[in-house]
């Protein structure tokens, strides 16, 4: 079975903690957001989503952006958006708050993707889950979690290793490095 891919950053937070948006923050020269689609353009997805709240003033006119089922319920509104949104067999969501993250681990990822399985780091018992690849079926799980008020990423995450519907990617060493996500400017520096 060929297995296609969408991939999608994740744009929605209110970015409480920073008091700006994290999307504009400048990171080597560069705003996030665009460093961070430059690394999902660099996978050649089939398609590339920008999942939101709203439609972000700086979203590129070839983008096409994915708004959150209202009323917004965090992180998971958008996964589930975005994987109703989809039409290839897996969707790899990225946060715009990873900027340590790179091309090369995402295509690693994505090699370890399996044909109606995907793939989510794990650290001490903690799941990436906006920086992992989602089988495009896990949609009835996301919106059956969404329906029950069961918001928890890590809770869908739970359920789809039980289904086998996902497997785990042991984050070790240095790989650590590309999921430490920035809350303040100061993580920037």
Known sequence: ?????????????????????????????VPLWSRQLELLRN???????????????????????????PPSQGPLSGLTAALRHSRTTHLLALAIDLPQMTTAHLLELWRLARP?????????????????IYPTIAVSMAESALANGCLSLQSLVENLLNRNSVRTYQIAGDGQRFYRNVNSRDDLE
């Open 116 to 132: 109606e399985v995907g793939v989510i780091p794990e650290s001490d018992g903690y799941y990436e889950p906006l920086a992992a």
């Open 43 to 69: 996978l050649e997805p089939n398609k590339l989503l920008i999942s939101a709240r709203s439609r972000p003033a700086w979203t590129p006119a070839d983008i096409e952006v994915v708004l959150d089922e």
């Open 1 to 29: 079975m060929s297995m296609t891919l969408t991939a999608v950053l994740f744009v929605g937070g209110e970015s409480r903690r920073m008091g700006a948006d994290k999307a504009t923050l400048m990171t080597a020269g």
